[in-house]
C-alpha cells in the first residue's frame, strides 16, 4: 500500500490550500485515515483523522479551519486548509490503518504512511 500526498507549498496567512493523498488500494476498505504534521524541532502532531465510520475528528488548533474529506471514487483523502497561519508551517503526511481503529490522532495507531509535503505560511 502507498499513500503519495501532493498539494503543499507556500501560501500567505489567510489563504488556503487543500492537500491530496492519493492511496494505492481503495479507500472505500481502510479503517482510518488521518493528516499529521511535523514543524521543525516538534513532534508529530495529529491534525485530522477519520474513523471507520468517516467521522471526522480534528486538533483544536485546525477545528473550524481545516476539513478532511475521503473520496472514494478517487481513492484519495484531502485536507482542505482554510485561514492558515503562520503556525500551520509543517511537512503534512497521511496516514491509514486497515485493522482495527478509532479515528486516534495519536501516530501509534496507523501503520502506512505518505511521505510527506511541505505547507509553508507567510
Known amino acids: 500500500v502507498q499513500l503519495v500526498e501532493s498539494g503543499g507549498g507556500t501560501a500567505e496567512v489567510g489563504s488556503s490550500l487543500r492537500l491530496s493523498c492519493k492511496a494505492s488500494s481503495a479507500t472505500a476498505e481502510v479503517g482510518c485515515m488521518a493528516w499529521f504534521r511535523q514543524a521543525p524541532g516538534q513532534e508529530r502532531q495529529g491534525v485530522a483523522a477519520l474513523d471507520e465510520q468517516d467521522r471526522p475528528k480534528y486538533d483544536p488548533s485546525v477545528a473550524g479551519r481545516f476539513t478532511i474529506i475521503k473520496d472514494n471514487e478517487m481513492n484519495t483523502l484531502y485536507l482542505q486548509m482554510n485561514d492558515l497561519k503562520a503556525d500551520d508551517t509543517a511537512i503534512y503526511s497521511c496516514?491509514?490503518?486497515?485493522?482495527?481503529?478509532?479515528?486516534?490522532?495519536?501516530?501509534?495507531?496507523?501503520?502506512?504512511w505518505g511521505q510527506g509535503t511541505q505547507v509553508t505560511v507567510s
Open positions: 496516514a491509514a490503518e486497515w485493522g482495527w481503529c478509532s479515528g486516534s490522532l495519536r501516530s501509534g495507531a496507523y501503520n502506512f
